[in-house]
């Protein structure tokens, strides 16, 4: 940690201070030395750039540019800013994708949001938002909305017309073996996304990923409500696992706010967590071998998340939006027979579990299948910044709940799981093990949460949530959770007095996810596009946000 | 000459092919859903067993679209083809110890180029639908049939050396426990064969819905999809009375001979096809080429030769 310090000391800053027990924040004077900065970091371990985050200030007529640094190995993280000017002639900065791969979509997101133009970027396209919002930065505080969308039909004409000039483009340059295939956003395997893969017969020369398809610009619309409202925003970033999702926001907000949780709302928040990661991860085995034509195990996953479901249906009210989670703890208290459902899905769990674990996991074929398909070294975990099933798959030890804990992790009995070589395979046996984990975890929580009501210490019906005032001071914070598919990282933005937030920026891990399927099948055949996308363990809803 | 009409249009004919196909399909429908462990429609007729007429009804009802660069000829009298080149072989299988309608010394012959000839038949469809996946169906289509066809033919071949005719009525007739154990390795062979044949898992690679969305079947909707369903299924049939016929003496029962031992016989055969389907994955078009080519036929040809040896040890004849 201090090391960090001292190398960013060097250079010309304007403050420093250590920020949780795991981060350093640094204000850096001028945007030409971010370069210099970021690379002194790479060659001290922080080789992860998680992710790049503009805010828009637009009384202080400038953009602040904040990026997120981790070292995955030492845990020592580091949050560096920087202002620019906010013109759009001027608005520019040093591109950091030549040195972190990781940076590329980021920076892209930046640029169609922000309108922050990175200099040296190798392939600064639009991503996420189609034509009409092209050089538009809707994310500005000064972006009209309603002008915008009083233009529909010119924007939908924007679209078409640039879809017909795709085509005509593609008869045009391509040769005459070569097929530009369109594997979405109509395609059975594919969900919302466009995967424009460029292939010569059954053999694919490049792939070019076109997402935003379910583009929802949660970032904007979290702005337009109040502390609590937000979370039904929120828990909108995938329906697998809305719990996490939330938790990571509301831990954000408290920060700012200042207020601390319960001890029996840290317990329920790590057992509602669980059971939302263990529904996810059902979901994630079955459309791993859905992949490979193969539904039985998806039939069965889906069986067995039902009872789950019939849990969080019991508790909230709700079975896949929950919004069970808020700042200051939960939105219900807990009855405790709500738990003997819980029980009925643990039992339906360890029923099944052998047998889904000696035909399917085990199953020869699917090995002889996925073994060598997809692989993904540590090394290209570090430099793109992966994180979660995928990043432990390939033997990294990274798991936010251990790294940093929160909630009442820091109370559970935990050890990192990792596979070793980081195919598909290993992709899957980690979903498994990690499943098993959290059935652990759960029970673990729910004996805890027992054993608390019984003698005393927590009340379930109203120690569930403290007040969280209305009005939250100015501030800046950054929360980060371990979401089923990887690290959440929430960075929240508030002004004086504010009554709803000023600027959220969500990093999710399937966009990092995505932005490897070009390193990963270029040079494969049409058959692995399936099994290695659903083996990233990719949720279009993270993916656009 | 009435006779003949009864035989074409209802038994072993259209009729009857259709109505084994649908049962067929019904029975696969019922197998598979307590292995995925889904509940199916209870309300539909007895024990909700309409719905396969139903499902089968909406599909034939739906519009069929013709996409445009459609090969409009070609593209609406494939799916019609296909059907009938499928239902021909029923005309050499002996379905009951009296009704054959083509009493053939070739039946061998007719029946397995009759299935051969199904593949480049979809391909024509593949290729008249000028669509991109269907393309690759196509050519995934001609690529199977060429490496599966091979252990099919010569696995096909074995009861006929064995028995020393390509009557398939005589094959029955002469078939017996000792002709099935002897005939077992070549089973083995027509059942894996024939699971390429008829694309399904762990061979479903030509219209592997994750990868190129069904492939030759991407653009038919409506009738004309239906009518390719129903060849498939039709198909299906047609092979596991095959099977049965050529390896497993057909109609003969264990009190009684009928056409109750042929059907149950068939049921197994699907019965195997199933369990298969809803506990394999796919593999890819590398691994199957390498499957068949270096396995698949090198111990079809094996067989061939036990085949031969066995003849002499044990049929009590020379060559």
Redesign the interface.
């Known amino acids: 940690m201090q090391k960090i310090i001292d190398i960013l000391k060097k250079f010309d800053i304007a403050s420093i201070d250590k920020y949780k027990s795991t981060w350093v924040r640094c204000k850096l004077c001028s945007s030409e030395d971010l370069v210099q900065v970021a690379k002194a970091l790479q060659t001290n371990g922080l080789r992860s750039l998680v992710t790049v985050s503009p805010t828009d200030f637009l009384d202080d007529n400038k953009i602040e540019m904040n990026y997120f640094f981790e070292d995955y190995i030492t845990k020592r993280n580091c949050w560096l800013k920087c202002d620019i000017p906010r013109e759009m002639q001027r608005c520019e900065i040093d591109s950091l994708t030549p040195y972190f791969k990781g940076a590329n979509w980021s920076e892209r997101e930046a640029f169609s949001m922000h309108g922050v133009r990175f200099r040296g970027h190798p392939d600064l396209r639009p991503i996420i938002v189609t034509q009409d919002f092209y050089n538009k930065a809707p994310f500005r505080m000064d972006f009209d909305w309603d002008k915008h969308e009083a233009n529909q039909t010119q924007n939908i004409k924007l679209i078409v017309d640039e879809l017909k000039n795709e085509q005509i483009q593609n008869d045009k340059l391509l040769g005459e073996s070569d097929?530009m295939?369109n594997w979405g956003p109509a395609?059975?395997?594919s969900g919302p996304i466009s995967l424009k893969v460029h292939c010569n017969?059954?053999d694919i020369i490049s792939i070019d990923p076109d997402i935003g398809y379910v583009w929802r610009a949660l970032e904007h619309l979290v702005t337009k409500k109040d502390f609590i409202e937000a979370i039904v925003v929120v828990e909108r970033l995938c329906f697998m696992d809305n719990i996490n999702a939330i938790i990571g926001y509301a831990q954000a907000a408290e920060e700012i706010a200042k207020v601390e949780i319960t001890e029996f709302a840290k317990w329920l928040r790590v057992l509602l967590g669980e059971i939302s990661r263990v529904t996810s991860h059902l979901m994630g085995i079955g459309g791993f071998?859905?992949?490979?034509?193969?539904?039985?195990v998806a039939?069965?996953c889906l069986?067995m998340r039902e009872y789950f479901l019939d849990f969080f249906e019991s508790y909230s009210g709700a079975r896949i939006a929950t919004a069970a989670v808020e700042p200051g703890g939960l939105r219900w208290g807990l009855q405790e027979d709500m738990l003997d459902e819980l029980q009925k899905a643990l039992d339906k769990f360890d029923d099944t579990k052998s047998s889904l674990e000696a035909?399917?996991i085990k199953?020869k074929?699917?090995y002889?299948?996925t073994d060598k398909v997809g692989c993904i070294s540590a090394d290209e975990v570090y430099d793109y910044a992966l994180c979660g099933v995928v990043a432990r798959a390939s033997g990294v030890k990274i798991d936010v709940r251990l790294d940093e804990p929160y909630a009442a992790y820091d109370k559970i009995t935990m050890d990192y799981i990792t596979q070793k070589n980081g195919c598909a395979v290993d992709r899957l046996n980690m979903l498994y093990e990690e499943l098993k984990q959290s059935i652990d975890i759960i029970k673990q929580a729910k004996k805890h949460i027992h054993e608390g009501i019984a003698s005393g210490e927590f009340n379930p019906t109203k120690d569930h949530k403290v007040k969280f005032p209305k009005r939250l001071p100015k501030g800046e914070a950054i929360s980060r959770v371990e979401w089923s598919r990887g690290e959440v990282l929430y960075h929240l933005v508030t002004q004086e007095k504010a009554t709803n937030p000023y600027r959220l920026k969500i990093k999710a891990p399937s966009f990092n996810h995505t932005m490897m399927l070009n390193h990963l099948l270029a040079g494969q055949?049409?058959?692995?596009?399936?099994l290695v996308f659903g083996s990233l363990y990719i949720c279009q809803g993270d993916l656009d946000r | 000459m009435s006779h003949l009409f009864y035989e074409i249009l209802l038994f072993p004919g259209i009729g009857y092919l259709l109505l084994v196909s649908v049962g067929l399909y019904w029975v696969f429908r019922k197998i598979l859903a307590p292995m995925h462990k889904r509940v199916g429609p209870h309300f539909n007729g007895p024990a909700g067993s309409f719905q396969t007429i139903f499902d089968l009804s909406k599909l034939w009802t739906k519009e069929s679209i013709t996409p445009k660069g459609a090969n409009v000829y070609l593209f609406s009298l494939m799916p019609l083809i296909t059907l009938i080149i499928a239902l021909l072989p029923t005309a050499v299988i002996p379905w009951t110890p009296t009704e054959i309608v083509v009493r053939s010394s070739y039946g061998v012959i007719i029946f397995v180029i009759l299935i051969g000839l199904e593949p480049i038949l979809l391909f024509l469809t593949a290729f008249s639908s000028s669509n991109k996946y269907a393309l690759f169906g196509g050519v995934r289509v001609l690529v199977q049939m060429i490496s599966m066809e091979t252990a099919f033919f010569l696995a096909c071949l074995s009861p006929a050396i064995l028995f020393g005719t390509m009557n398939l009525h005589i094959i029955v007739q002469d078939s017996s426990w000792l002709s099935f154990a002897i005939l077992f390795p070549g089973f083995i062979i027509f059942l894996i064969a024939f699971l390429g044949l008829l694309e399904q898992p762990p061979f479903d690679i030509p219209e592997a819905e994750q990868e190129i969305v069904y492939g030759v079947y991407t653009e038919y909707s409506g009738t004309n999809y239906f009518l390719l369903q129903l060849t498939k299924f039709a198909e299906f049939s047609i092979l596991f009375a095959g099977g049965a016929t050529l390896f497993m003496g057909g109609y003969k029962g264990i009190f009684f001979n009928g056409y109750l031992f042929l059907f149950l016989k068939m049921v197994f055969i699907l019965f195997f096809m199933i369990v298969l389907r809803a506990g394999i994955v796919r593999i890819t078009m590398q691994q199957m080429l390498a499957f068949c080519w270096r396995y698949l036929i090198v111990f079809s040809l094996l067989n061939l030769a036990w085949i031969f040896i066995a003849k002499a040890l044990f049929m009590g004849s020379g060559i």
């Open positions: 097929m295939l395609h059975p395997n017969g059954e071998f859905n992949t490979m034509g193969l539904h039985t039939m069965w069986d035909i399917f199953n074929t699917m002889f299948r055949t049409i058959s692995d596009i399936p």
